[in-house]
T-cell receptor, first 113, second 111 residues
Framework: KAGVTQTPRYLIKTRGQQVTLSCSPI?????VSWYQQTPGQGLQFLFE???????NKGNFPGRFSGRQFSNSRSEMNVSTLELGDSALYLC????????????FGSGTRLTVV | QKEVEQNSGPLSVPEGAIASLNCTYS??????FFWYRQYSGKSPELIMS????GDKEDGRFTAQLNKASQYVSLLIRDSQPSDSATYLC???????????FGPGTSLSVIP
């Protein structure tokens, strides 16, 4: 059974650029949640998609956006990158929106220079 | 007050000892509680789920939930160096369909 696939694993971008990250959840899981993890702030909730609809959004600026496709794959986009956006971005897959726990992908390590 | 708090680390225990990790949460309507283990440079992995008051045991791990006091704990018996990791407490809030994570507690098991 395939796990949660995140691509790319590593990214280096310069300030002002934009970036798109991808996540393919476990087959049969319709919920995809995105988290940002930094040493100082821990795991911060970005947003959750379920059946192609954004169901929840965390306290992040509008530069952070996402979407989900009909095959449950999800993308998140960050525009006008800032140095503070450097973090590990984690995708979490679940069948029931996290009520019984998540399976995380390996993450995308984004470095903004 | 943060929604999910954990005892500050790092926590160091000798090999073979019991490691005790604690977590408190602020929202009484929270329904599901989880412990994730995260090794350095890796993503979090779900190791325990608990939904009702009391203890739940899985091998060397025991999760304890007390909803009246709003705390959940994780005990690791016979700690091994391979248990050295950051342990994240997470709470699922039914009212918001959202999972909130605590800041994590770093555990180091000394051989």
């Amino acid at each position: 059974k395939a796990g949660v696939t995140q691509t790319p694993r590593y990214l280096i971008k310069t300030r002002g650029q934009q970036v798109t990250l991808s996540c393919s959840p476990i087959s049969g899981h319709r919920s995809v949640s995105w988290y940002q993890q930094t040493p100082g702030q821990g795991l911060q909730f970005l947003f959750e998609y379920f059946s192609e609809t954004q169901r929840n959004k965390g306290n992040f600026p509008g530069r952070f956006s996402g979407r989900q496709f009909s095959n449950s794959r999800s993308e998140m986009n960050v525009s006008t990158l800032e140095l503070g956006d450097s973090a590990l971005y984690l995708c979490a897959s679940s069948r029931d929106r996290g009520a019984n726990g998540y399976t995380f992908g390996s993450g995308t390590r984004l470095t903004v220079v | 007050q943060k929604e999910v708090e954990q005892n500050s680390g790092p926590l160091s225990v000798p090999e073979g000892a019991i490691a005790s990790l604690n977590c408190t949460y602020s929202d009484r309507v929270s329904q599901s509680f989880f412990w994730y283990r995260q090794y350095s440079g890796k993503s979090p992995e779900l190791i325990m789920s608990i939904y009702s008051n009391g203890d739940k045991e899985d091998g060397r791990f025991t999760a304890q939930l007390n909803k009246a006091s709003q705390y959940v704990s994780l005990l690791i018996r016979d700690s091994q160096p391979s248990d050295s990791a950051t342990y994240l407490c997470a709470v699922y809030k039914t009212s918001y369909d959202k999972v909130i994570f605590g800041p994590g507690t770093s555990l180091s098991v000394i051989p």
